[in-house]
């Protein structure tokens, strides 16, 4: 199974400043197809979770443009900029090019200091 | 507007089983992969089971293999998840989810979750 390791797991961050969260994949997350099947979800307290970015890259609806991501092979990050007190909450990477299983990183708390 | 809508969960025994439901609308439900996706209380997200678009293909994590079985009924817009044989580590919400379509890539909507507590 594919492991998925995030980094840090906790983020104080102030109000207004740039967050970045890792995500290192245990293979490579290129599908034979071309696409790198890399998700970003946020979990805010007290909700299920909501897609923010799929293929590495693109930005979900009604998302904001202070969230990107990046990233290939077997590292990619997700970026806030201006960090807002809505984004407090959990943020998961997940892969989906090598399942089942369809495997989820530990977790990264966001918090705003 | 998407929406998904779990039901079915509860406190069970341990070795009991359980039968969850997913009624979605606002989409055409035959056109998509759907899952369920589990969290365990103050723990992080894992993918249970996905079925294909007829039901003719079903994929679990290893944990459940023999004792979940997951289907749907394209005709009722709906997902299900028989539980059988729980476990107290099975204690988790539940979530449904739109798994995938080429268009929509992977997990694009959930549902709000339903509580399983498997008591000892």
């Known amino acids: 199974d594919v492991v998925m390791t995030q980094s840090p797991l906790s983020l104080p961050v102030t109000l207004g400043q740039s967050a970045s969260i890792s995500c290192r994949s245990s293979?490579?997350?290129?599908?034979?197809?071309?696409?790198?099947?890399l998700n970003w979800f946020q979990q805010r307290p007290g909700q299920s979770p909501r897609r923010l970015i799929y293929?590495?890259?693109n930005r979900d609806s009604g998302v904001p443009d202070r969230f990107s991501g990046s990233g290939s092979g077997t590292d990619f990050t997700l970026k806030i900029s201006r960090v807002e007190a809505e984004d407090a909450g959990v943020y998961y990477c997940?892969?989906?090019?090598?399942?089942?299983?369809?495997?989820f990183g530990q977790g990264t708390k966001l918090e705003i200091k | 507007e998407v929406q998904l809508v779990e039901s079915g969960g509860g406190l069970v025994q341990h070795g009991g089983s359980l039968r969850l439901s997913c009624t979605t609308s606002?989409?055409?439900?035959?056109?998509?992969?759907m899952g369920w996706v589990r969290q365990a209380p103050e723990k992080g997200l894992e993918w249970v089971a996905n079925?294909?678009?007829?039901?003719?293909?079903?994929y679990y994590v290893d944990s459940v293999k023999g004792r979940f079985t997951i289907s749907r009924d394209n005709a009722k817009n709906s997902l299900y998840l028989q539980m059988n044989s729980l476990r107290a580590e099975d204690t988790a919400v539940y979530y449904c989810?739109?798994?995938?379509?080429?268009?929509?890539?992977?997990?694009?909507?959930w549902g709000q979750g339903t509580l399983v507590t498997v008591s000892s």
């Open positions: 989810a739109r798994a995938f379509s080429y268009e929509t890539d992977y997990f694009d909507y």
């Open positions: 606002g989409f055409t439900f035959s056109s998509y992969w």
């Open positions: 997940m892969q989906g090019t090598h399942w089942p299983p369809y495997t």
């Open positions: 293929k590495v890259s």
């Open positions: 079925i294909k678009q007829d039901g003719s293909e079903k």
């Open positions: 293979q490579n997350l290129v599908f034979s197809d071309g696409n790198t099947y």
